[in-house]
């Protein structure tokens, strides 16, 4: 008997193959019917024999193209039409839209195999695609994703791309970046000067100049990269002149995981992690005494190894390249550049030569970064390859929330029903083209969604520029979200988990509801709202902004609450090292509370260990006094480990002046950096573990969610994982957003849809 079903498909189901899939499998099956790209993602209507219908409808999903996404299927069965065939439609456009883009994602197998074969069309062009490889998300302006609403409508298809176009049993049917060398886009290379250089060969020319020590920068999917051989210890020094970039590592991409491995203990997880399609940057454990520059990562245990993603960093690896230096291309704390005259306004000071190509690159995207760490995998930016995929929601949004995230590593977020999709990697906002790339990336998210926010969720910092922004929006209204009441939303929301919750939150700074900075929280609620149980002691910030640049000032303020004024008198570096004019200013600004804020983010705790062991007394990038504090535990922490303190708390204060005279007795007493930085580690994790059983003890709760910048402090991170479930938790942890605050905007959604209901 006859039967007719309209199937609808919501999810990453365009531009994909998912249509042409569908066509082969329905023929297939002696199907008859009809198959189109709506604004809510695909439509089928499918005709035939009910087995033939049952087995296609298991078959979608079991056999549906590699970078397709299936969120939801819904089929109703509807008047038999009789068709005489199976047919792809035209797109259709009506209504609100909630179709999704694919991420881009990195050249498959099939493509790569032309890219490399003399006897192909395509080899040796940097860039050919499939509907199963290529860009995506930095090449779209609008949905449907068609052709005409990609950077690539001004490449019009020649026959033989045209004819491949239009087969539906070919690999590029439907593909819009679909091009060859005769139509598509070329790559041109200029010298500093923004001179063209002549060359038959632009690719052969690439390699003989990075092979000569030069730097340069090439134009690829998100933006722009500063390239060297990391092999050439000067060029990567002269790299890190240009950039002003002293001591902060560099990302690193190898030809594939077997040359990765010469350079990095690699486990099975992080092999198959470094070749997925998204192709992030990884970071693995660096093997000791590697014939790579130190420079390239100075006192790292990690290397941020990737693999290639783009037919130019495979023929650039062809040519005998083992490892290549790839930083994104940018001056510092702006956004990566995307544009070629850009390029040569900004990075003229940094790079020798610019290779270019004439495709534009309609969002920029830098490279995500992720990490395998405690059995899973973490996102610790969330960018390329990644969006702009959504997070899915336990609850429906019932309005279209727009959340602006944080300050610093910005992300913005839209929801609809359950989704929520968030930006990519926007950074820090304190600069004029930052902002412009965060106004940039909200008006982006609302034309692929197609809808207007009914609400903004923002940070309650006022001094925030996201949070000054949306109160520039007058006519929407505002729902403020606490920072760490955010994060912990956040870890609850990708868990899908909206049950009452422990938070250990551990940050550096966030603006508390007493109006203090807070960032060493204890927090027990749930998405709707929550309540302080516990806080690190509020110590004063000696010069602000200046003591978070300059660690030493951080250690002080902590010496003297340990010690008082006996603590001049401390065989320490860092007493030693300090002018007495200065240390004299120093004192007089906590002695009368002048420009010394308070705060008990427990990244300045870091801080002052840092400090105080003379590992960093002052950075030259973010957390770099944390990281080089953890960077000294060279093995793995046991809890025996533990310094013999007792947790000191009083009404919700906690204090760690019996931490602190444990570490200074050690340094005193001469013990390794090394013995003390790990000794600090356990301590630190124990009493935030004691901390979690009394807020059991006391509200019945056994979940407990770990978030915040510090969980980036992988030593701490593990060991808290591992130990929390030993003693019977349950542990929500961060792998589909950072725990910093690249994932702020989603927290700050799950918060205002859980007040709005």
Request: glycine share 6%.
């Amino acid at each position: 008997m006859q039967k007719r079903q309209q199937i609808r498909i919501d999810g990453i189901v365009q531009g994909v193959g998912f249509r042409p899939f569908v066509y082969r499998l329905a023929k297939s099956l002696q199907l008859t019917g009809s198959v189109l790209n709506s604004n809510t993602g695909v439509l089928i209507e499918v005709e035939g024999a009910g087995e033939n219908l049952a087995h296609f409808q298991n078959r979608l999903r079991q056999e549906m193209p590699p970078l397709a996404q299936i969120l939801e299927i819904s089929n109703r069965e509807i008047p038999v039409k009789n068709d005489e065939r199976f047919v792809i439609l035209q797109s259709e456009h009506k209504g609100e839209s909630s179709a999704l883009i694919s991420p881009d994602m990195s050249l498959c197998e099939d493509c790569l195999n032309e890219l490399l074969s003399p006897a192909d069309r395509r080899f040796r062009y940097a860039f050919l695609n499939c509907t199963n490889c290529g860009p995506r998300f930095t090449i779209i302006s609008g949905i449907p994703y068609d052709r005409a609403k990609t950077s690539m409508k001004d490449f019009p298809m020649c026959d033989s791309c045209r004819k491949e176009y239009h087969d539906p049993t070919d690999r590029r049917f439907h593909a819009q970046p679909n091009a060859c060398p005769v139509c598509g886009p070329q790559i041109q290379i200029y010298d500093r000067e923004h001179r063209r250089v002549n060359t038959a060969d632009p690719i052969k020319h690439t390699v003989t100049l990075l092979r000569s020590g030069r730097i340069l920068a090439i134009r690829g999917l998100g933006g722009f990269h500063l390239v060297v051989d990391a092999k050439n210890a000067q060029a990567v020094e002269l790299l890190r002149e240009r950039k002003n970039r002293a001591e902060k590592p560099f990302a690193l991409m190898a030809a594939n995981a077997d040359v990765v491995e010469k350079y990095c203990k690699i486990t099975h997880r992080e092999r198959e992690a470094l070749q997925q399609q998204t192709r992030p940057i990884l970071l693995l454990q660096a093997r000791p005494n590697t014939n790579l520059p130190k420079s390239i990562a100075p006192k790292s245990k990690y290397f941020g190894f990737m693999l290639p993603y783009l037919p130019i960093q495979h023929l650039l690896f062809y040519e005998d390249f083992q490892v290549l230096v790839m930083t994104s291309a940018n001056i510092t704390d702006e956004p990566i550049v995307i544009n070629t005259e850009k390029a040569f306004e900004h990075l003229s000071g940094l790079a020798d030569y610019f290779v270019v190509h004439n495709r534009e690159i309609l969002q920029r995207c830098d490279d995500s970064i992720a990490i395998i760490v405690a059995g899973q995998q973490r996102i610790l930016r969330r960018s390329r390859g990644y969006v702009p995929a959504p997070v899915i929601l336990k609850n429906e949004t019932k309005a279209c929330i727009l959340a602006v995230g944080a300050e610093l590593k910005n992300t913005v977020a839209l929801s609809t029903g359950k989704r929520v999709m968030l930006s990519q990697h926007i950074g820090d906002l304190d600069n004029p083209e930052a902002l412009k790339f965060f106004k940039e990336s909200i008006d982006h998210l609302q034309t692929l969604l197609e809808i207007k926010p009914q609400h903004i969720a923002c940070d309650k910092h006022p001094e925030y520029l996201s949070s000054k922004w949306a109160y520039e929006q007058f006519l929407m209204p505002k729902i403020e979200v606490q920072h760490h009441h955010a994060h912990l939303a956040s870890v609850m929301a990708e868990n899908e988990n909206p049950r009452k919750t422990i938070g250990i939150i551990l940050d550096g700074t966030g603006y508390g509801a007493d109006g203090n900075i807070w960032g060493g929280e204890i927090l027990v609620g749930d998405l709707k709202s929550v309540a302080r149980y516990a806080w690190f002691e509020p110590l004063p910030l000696p010069g602000g902004e200046a003591a978070i640049k300059e660690p030493w000032r951080m250690g002080i303020s902590y010496l003297r609450n340990a010690f008082g004024s006996a603590m001049l008198t401390l065989d320490l570096p860092i007493i030693h090292n300090i002018q007495p004019a200065e240390m004299t200013l120093l004192q007089q600004m906590l002695e009368k509370d002048i420009n010394s804020p308070l705060t008990s983010g427990c990244g300045r705790l870091f801080d002052a260990v840092s400090a105080i062991l003379d590992i960093c007394p002052r950075i030259t990038y973010e957390a770099q006094a944390a990281i080089e504090l953890e960077m000294m535990v060279k093995t793995a922490i046991q809890r025996n480990q533990a310094y013999p303190v007792r947790m000191e708390q009083n009404s919700g204060v906690i204090s760690f002046v019996p931490l602190l005279r444990e570490v200074v007795n050690d340094k005193t007493q001469n013990v390794p950096n090394e013995q003390i930085a790990a000794r600090f580690h356990v301590t630190l994790a124990e009493i935030l573990i004691s901390l979690a059983i009394s807020a059991r003890k006391d509200t019945g709760i056994s979940q407990v969610g770990l978030s915040g910048g510090v969980f980036q402090n992988f030593t701490l991170f593990k060991y808290m994982v591992d130990r929390l479930r030993a003693e019977g938790f349950q542990v929500l942890t961060h792998a589909k957003v950072p725990p910093n605050d690249g994932g702020i905007s989603l927290g700050q959604i799950a918060v205002a849809n859980a007040q709005l209901q």
